[in-house]
């Protein structure tokens, strides 16, 4: 199996910056992308930003842009979202999220973190 855990999350007033982490762990073969997605009370799971894992190619959802930063550690096999300008409406759990293949299978699959609170208070 593919383990995610995220971590950095928490309380900051509108304008601030936080800065999430996220490690995978576990039987990986190799990673082909990692994501962030975020789901705030009663709304559906949204797409924020991605990052291949080989070229470091990345994309970002508009409402993020030129606010959200996407990096990763191929070494540590941790992905990282740089927050600054938050806003109230960036409210929401971050769900870390990679395509990978395990160890000794074909094809890559998907699999998601537990998840990180982030509060932005106005």
């Known amino acids: 199996q593919v383990q995610l855990v995220e971590s950095g999350g928490g309380l900051v007033q509108a304008g601030g910056s936080l800065r999430l982490s996220c490690a995978a762990s576990g039987s990986i073969g190799s990673i082909n992308a990692m994501h962030w997605f975020r789901q705030a009370p009663e709304k559906e799971r949204e797409f924020v930003t991605t990052?291949?894992?080989?070229?470091?190619?990345?994309n970002y959802a508009d409402s993020v842009k030129g606010r959200f930063t996407i990096s990763r550690d191929n070494a540590k096999n941790t992905v990282y979202l740089q927050m600054n300008g938050l806003k109230a409406e960036d409210t929401s759990d971050y769900y870390c999220?990679?395509?990978?293949?395990?160890?000794?299978?074909?094809?890559?699959?998907?699999?998601w973190g537990q998840g990180t609170q982030v509060t932005v208070s106005s």
């Open positions: 999220a990679t395509d990978a293949r395990q160890i000794g299978r074909f094809g890559n699959s998907r699999y």
């Open positions: 990052i291949t894992w080989s070229g470091g190619t990345t």
